[in-house]
């Protein structure tokens, strides 16, 4: 009977976290919502305004201290943007080893480069590369527990005075791009310095070119819009990595309410099993016990 009460609290204590992960994947598709509304609201504005950028600074040049390049040794800043919270599969883990592969790629030394340096957005991004002896300039724990937008913008206009007084040569952005529910891309992106052929140019038909006049000028538009670009490509990140999150663990919860479900079906089968064989063993006690005083 020892053997019955185990499975017994086992089959209480799955059905108590199938009730749980049930739970958390209703409240992370309440919050997929709100996520996408703001993220869908988002993308059109700021590719719009990628496209304008992009138009104006392509074939020209220009100086700017957002499109300073150089020839020197480079010192790279990469701003990886994880979550605060778990429970979301392989969200966190597939963009952090994107984000070494890109390091491991692209810098000799890897993570040893004196010249490379981490912002890291979300308690998972912060534990994951601080045990990896990365330097690490900035964290951001709780990011996302109030996420709006005068956060994002203090975050890389801190930045952008780094950029622009050349304590750094280059920035890339590293975040989950919300594809799906169920399917997020990774993408490492560089966000400084600008360069036209990375902007987005709505150019509909090749065969047309606009000879547009620009008021005030062209020169004074660049520098109103280029941190507002930066700002954005930042802020949209950020709603993309958090739509893609609440999905992921949606999906995941989703999986695990199921597994328990799998888990439950096969430890009653196993109780009833285990006491189909109770109840013949004591059937057969009884009868040889009966059959043992009769034949005295």
């Known amino acids: 009977m020892a053997n019955l ?12 976290t199938q009730q749980i992960t049930k739970a958390m994947k209703m ?16 993308r059109p504005y700021a590719n719009t305004l990628s496209s304008v950028i992009g138009r104006l600074i392509q074939g020209q040049e220009l100086t700017h201290p957002l499109l300073r390049e150089t020839n020197e040794s480079k010192r790279s ?8 919270r778990g429970l979301c599969g392989g969200f966190n ?5 994107e984000v070494e592969l890109f390091i491991a790629n692209n810098f000799e030394q890897g993570k040893e480069t004196d010249g490379l340096s981490l912002i890291t957005i979300g308690k998972k991004a912060i534990a994951y590369f601080g045990k990896r002896s990365y330097s690490i300039d900035a964290k951001h724990p709780g990011f996302f527990d109030n996420l709006e937008y005068e956060l994002s913008t203090t975050l890389i206009g801190k930045v952008m005075e780094d950029f622009i007084d050349k304590e750094i040569d280059e920035v890339y952005l590293a975040y989950n791009e919300f594809k799906s529910v169920i399917a997020q891309n990774r993408k490492v992106e560089k966000i400084l ?3 036209a052929e990375d902007l987005v140019v709505a150019d509909t038909d090749n065969s047309v070119h606009s000879d547009y006049i620009y008021e ?3 020169k004074a538009i660049i520098a109103e819009l280029l941190p507002k670009h930066i700002k954005m490509q930042l802020w949209k990140a950020v709603l993309e990595s958090n739509a893609s999150e609440q999905g992921a663990r949606m999906t995941a919860m989703d ?8 888990l439950e079906r096969s430890l009653r089968l196993k109780y009833n099993q285990a006491r189909q064989s109770a109840i013949t ?3 057969s006690e009884i009868v040889s016990g009966a059959q043992a005083l009769s034949d005295s």
Do not use: C, H, W, Y
């Not at 009460?5 to 108590?16: A, C, K, L, M, Y």
């Not at 883990?93 to 080893?97: H, R, T, V």
């Open 5 to 16: 009460r185990d499975i017994r609290n086992r089959i209480t204590s799955v059905n108590n």
């Open 27 to 42: 409240v992370a598709a309440a919050k997929l919502r709100k996520a996408q509304d703001r993220m869908t609201q988002t």
């Open 77 to 84: 800043l990469v701003i990886v943007v994880g979550s605060d």
């Open 93 to 97: 883990n597939n963009l952090f080893k």
């Open 193 to 195: 310095p600008l360069k």
């Open 216 to 218: 005030p000028d062209q």
């Open 255 to 262: 999986s695990a309410t199921e597994n328990a479900k799998d």
């Open 281 to 283: 063993t004591e059937i």
